[in-house]
């Protein structure tokens, strides 16, 4: 299967799902990661670097959007979704989910709903930006935590945010982690 991870931001995907596209490139699908903002730090750049081959991400696509005008840019940015959905042609694609409060993700959900008619799509959630009560159809993943700590560490820059803490890390993800399922393909259930 062909998976694509997509975030507004460089670490969205990491926090989001970095654990469940670990586990589908080891078991051999192809992981494709996209962000469309560096948030103007250059050190993010060599951070997602790092991060990607740690969790075997194939393709890694960054773009320069300033963060937090996203809604100044929403036909690009779907256009550039509609580009890597037929560059790629993915199965499965990770995006930010309905519930979250920040400005350019529900931009990212709303145009990835837009972008991928045809493809499972699963939304992630953070805690910190979920300010309703969550999407009630859920499915939990069991992942290697530590694979995903250890690709979070990567991010030397962000180490001052609390949520880079490896133990809330554990602590969020104890069960493993959680997407909303926005559509679900056909192709999924046969």
Known sequence: MKILAIGAHIDDPDFGCAGTL???????????YLALSDCDNPLLLKEVQLSSAILGVKLLELFTFQRRVFSLHRQ???DILIE???????DIVFTHGSNDGHQDHQVV???SLRAFKDQSVFGYNFPWNQFHE????????????????EALSKY?????????NPEFIRAWNYSGETFEIIRLNEKMLL
Not at 25 to 31: D, Y
Not at 134 to 149: A, G, M, R, Y
Not at 156 to 164: D, I, L, M, W
């Open 134 to 149: 969550p999407c009630k159809s859920l499915v939990t993943v069991k992942i290697d935590i530590e694979k995903k700590i």
């Open 22 to 32: 670990y586990k589908m490139a080891q078991k051999g699908h192809e992981v494709s």
């Open 76 to 78: 690009d940015i779907l």
């Open 156 to 164: 030397e820059s962000q180490k001052h945010r609390g949520y880079f």
């Open 84 to 90: 890597y959905r037929n560059k790629i042609q993915p």
């Open 109 to 111: 959900y709303n145009e």
